[in-house]
């Protein structure tokens, strides 16, 4: 168990749908990163969030958003979902930056 | 943004062979990082190796940050060392960046 808590494990939903997806991180460790895993684009880097602000922003689209709360959770929303949306998202949190990266189980999105 | 590239990837083995995989990135780093994905999907965390060597059972792990090289060991392979290991960096920035994986049959 990496510590780090994703919920739901699993998400089915329809097109053009939204979804939120939650990430509470270890404790003690004040960023918190998000991650895509699809087939044919591997694993990629969303956003990044440290201490409530937003510190970095990867291949991120416009219909994604994401935020950190006073508590440190996070949660990633997804909107206007599309076929190619479907993947494992993956939430990872750390100490602060260069430190070890511990991730979720992850979220298995599926959009039909 | 840094390159990251992993080598074979593809790996089949026998149960109780040794295997070598290598992880090639094209800048300096502060944080490297080896996972191993379970076919459930789960990332587990391996090594946290931005240099030096590290050893954990049968696994162990060597980073040569000067010439930008890393190679992760497995001894004495078994069925549950299926999957994929995944080399992932930081160089700078913040973000860990995930090369493309080595994937690991280990048959019985």
């Known amino acids: 168990d990496s510590g780090v808590t994703q919920t739901p494990k699993h998400l089915i939903t329809a097109t053009g749908q939204r979804v939120t997806l939650r990430c509470s991180p270890r404790?003690?460790?004040?960023?918190v990163y998000w991650y895509q895993q699809s087939l044919d684009q591997g694993l990629q880097f969303l956003i990044q969030?440290?201490?409530?602000?937003?510190?970095a922003k990867g291949n991120i689209l416009e219909r994604f958003s994401a935020q950190q709360f006073p508590d440190l959770h996070s949660e990633l929303n997804l909107s206007s979902l599309e076929l190619g949306d479907s993947a494992l998202y993956f939430c990872?949190?750390?100490?602060?930056?260069?430190?070890?990266?511990?991730f979720g189980q992850g979220t298995r999105l599926t959009v039909v | 943004g840094i390159q990251v590239e992993q080598s074979p990837p593809d790996l089949i083995l026998q149960e109780g062979a040794n295997s070598t995989l290598r992880c090639n990135f094209s800048?300096?780093?502060?944080?490297l990082q080896w996972f191993h994905q379970n076919p459930w999907g789960q990332l587990i965390n391996l090594f946290y190796?931005?240099?030096g060597t590290k050893q954990n059972g049968r696994l162990s792990a060597t980073t040569v940050a000067t010439e930008r090289y890393s190679l992760l060991y497995i001894s004495s392979s078994q069925t549950t060392d299926s999957g994929v290991y995944f080399c992932?960096?930081?160089?700078?920035?913040?973000?860990?960046?995930f090369g493309k994986g080595t994937k690991l049959s280990v048959i019985p």
């Open positions: 990872a949190s750390s100490v602060g930056s260069g430190a070890e990266a511990f």
């Open positions: 404790s003690g460790d004040l960023s």
């Open positions: 969030y440290y201490n409530g602000e937003e510190r």
């Open positions: 800048d300096s780093v502060n944080n």
């Open positions: 190796i931005p240099s």
């Open positions: 992932a960096l930081g160089a700078g920035s913040y973000q860990l960046t």
